[in-house]
């Protein structure tokens, strides 16, 4: 049975920090490309990093988040994470972690894609 367990989610002050973490099971972790996305309330959800399949791989961010967010994964435990930095009002949604292999056609938001349960995250001003 696939599972995306993620943690880390929490009430932090407008300029904090927070680290999430994802840990994958019932797949083969690192053949599959690896994603946070988010979604706040009355919002869309919106793609926040995305990482390749090697631990070293270059990562790629949401415009909103470059340089404050920082992607990584341990394929060795399983473990993707997400370091947020300088947070603000606007990094406040459920954050949610997703896997797929590299060459779906799909994508993350395709069929085959597999999604965690979600973490919330809150901000204060």
């Known amino acids: 049975q696939v599972q995306l367990v993620e943690s880390g989610g929490d009430s932090v002050q407008s300029g904090g920090s927070l680290s999430l973490a994802c840990v994958g099971s019932g797949f083969t972790f690192s053949e599959y490309c690896m994603a946070w996305f988010r979604k706040a309330p009355g919002q869309e959800r919106e793609a926040v990093a995305a990482?390749?399949?090697?631990?070293?791989?270059?990562?790629s961010y949401a415009e909103v988040v470059r340089g404050r967010f920082a992607i990584s994964r341990d394929n060795a435990r399983n473990t993707l994470s997400l370091q947020m930095n300088k947070m603000n009002t606007t990094d406040a949604a459920m954050y949610y972690c997703?896997?797929?292999?590299?060459?779906?056609?799909?994508?993350?938001?395709?069929?085959?894609?597999?999604w965690g349960q979600g973490t919330q995250v809150t901000v204060s001003s």
């Open positions: 990482i390749g399949i090697e631990d070293d791989s270059v990562p």
């Open positions: 997703a896997a797929v292999r590299c060459d779906d056609s799909g994508g993350f938001l395709g069929k085959n894609a597999y």
